[in-house]
């Protein structure tokens, strides 16, 4: 029997004949983390400590750093970022605002309203 983890889930589309189309908002969130780190200048989404214990576990969070909030068909994203070191960081705040909010209402239909940025660190890492 599989285990029900408890989510908030929103209908996309109803439909009489076809049935509902349902997104979680961790799936949102996720969306939004996987597009911001597209963007170059962004080294990682920045997590909580219990990200950081679930990543040590082998459990991978994609939507670590981000969260959302849907009202009705509108979306609020919050994402915490750490950028690459030489980036300037309200351009790439900037691109990465752009790409979620297209990426988000492009894949899910819903209409976002805001993408905050917090950038929690700078990665001074050098790859070679």
């Given amino acids: 029997m599989e285990k029900t983890i408890e989510q ?4 996309l589309q109803e439909d009489e004949d076809l049935g ?3 997104i979680a ?7 939004a983390g996987l597009a911001a780190t597209e963007v170059d200048g962004v080294a990682a989404m920045a ?3 219990t990200n950081d214990l679930m990543s040590k576990m082998g459990v991978k969070n994609l939507a670590k ?3 959302v909030e849907v009202i009705g068909k509108r979306v609020k ?3 915490a970022l750490i950028v690459e070191y030489g980036y300037n960081i309200p351009v790439v705040s900037q691109k990465v605002q752009e790409k979620v909010k297209s990426t988000i209402e492009n894949m899910t239909g819903l209409e976002v309203s805001d993408v905050d ?3 929690a660190g700078v990665n001074m890492q050098k790859d070679k």
Wanted: hydrophobic share 50%; net charge neutral; aromatic share 4%.
């Fill in 8 to 11: 908030n889930t929103y209908v």
């Fill in 20 to 22: 509902t189309v349902k």
């Fill in 47 to 49: 997590g909580n400590i």
């Fill in 65 to 67: 750093g981000v969260k």
């Fill in 77 to 79: 994203a919050d994402l």
């Fill in 117 to 119: 940025i917090r950038i």
């Fill in 25 to 31: 908002d961790d799936v949102v969130a996720m969306i």
